[in-house]
T-cell receptor, first 113, second 116 residues
Framework: QKEVEQNSGPLSVPEGAIASLNCTYS??????FFWYRQYSGKSPELIMS????GDKEDGRFTAQLNKASQYVSLLIRDSQPSDSATYLC?????????????FGRGTSLIVHP | DTAVSQTPKYLVTQMGNDKSIKCEQN?????MYWYKQDSKKFLKIMFS???????INETVPNRFSPKSPDKAHLNLHINSLELGDSAVYFC???????????????FGEGSRLTVL
């Protein structure tokens, strides 16, 4: 069974620190990888997508992909209390000609002042 | 204008009842989804439709029946509700599920179902 694994946390970091969130996936054919942020009681929103090996930076966020190790991570620099949320890793997995986003169980991040 | 809208936002009902959730997207996307999120935040795919055609039907009880009258609408009907159906149901859309290097999902606000 294809799986996307994340540490559920909570991950607690002080304000201003770097938060590192990790995700592994089982389907070697996966081609697209996403990080969503979900605040309590709200719907998930996309914050990063990455399609090729290496790093992709967007503001304080950096996504890292290593397809050989089947590993994708998200770094949040200068963490702020407003970053406190659940971060969901999603992987596009091929299923009968379609690519369906499969989610991990999410990592809860707490940024304390 | 809300890109993906679903109604109702809250449903509280008794076991054995039937309920429906409606979803509409105005993004012009071809693919729509229903996800179920349990109390531990696990977001699990239930169904996916591409241009009104069912493309994904995960292991979901027959009591759940999706219907897509057109590519902008995807509804979910649930028969004979059970306690374990209590969850938040999210509708989402994407540009097209056949495109390998895409997959950004746009989510509705969610419908919180509580079965008593």
């Amino acid at each position: 069974q294809k799986e996307v694994e994340q540490n559920s946390g909570p991950l607690s970091v002080p304000e201003g620190a770097i938060a590192s969130l990790n995700c592994t996936y089982s389907d070697r054919g996966s081609q697209s990888f996403f990080w969503y942020r979900q605040y309590s009681g709200k719907s998930p929103e996309l914050i990063m997508s990455i399609y090729s090996n290496g790093d992709k930076e967007d503001g304080r966020f950096t996504a890292q992909l290593n397809k050989a190790s089947q590993y994708v991570s998200l770094l949040i620099r200068d963490s702020q209390p407003s970053d406190s949320a659940t971060y969901l890793c999603a992987v596009n997995e091929a299923s009968g000609g379609s690519y369906i986003p499969t989610f991990g169980r999410g990592t809860s991040l707490i940024v304390h002042p | 204008d809300t890109a993906v809208s679903q109604t109702p936002k809250y449903l509280v009902t008794q076991m054995g009842n039937d309920k429906s959730i409606k979803c509409e997207q105005n993004l012009g996307h071809d693919t729509m989804y229903w996800y179920k999120q349990d109390s531990k935040k696990f977001l699990k795919i239930m169904f996916s439709y591409n241009n009104k055609e069912l493309i994904i039907n995960e292991t979901v009880p027959n009591r759940f029946s999706p219907k897509s009258p057109d590519k902008a609408h995807l509804n979910l009907h649930i028969n004979s509700l059970e306690l374990g159906d209590s969850a938040v149901y999210f509708c989402a859309s994407s540009q097209g599920a056949w495109i390998p290097n895409t997959g950004e999902l746009f989510f509705g606000e969610g419908s919180r179902l509580t079965v008593l």
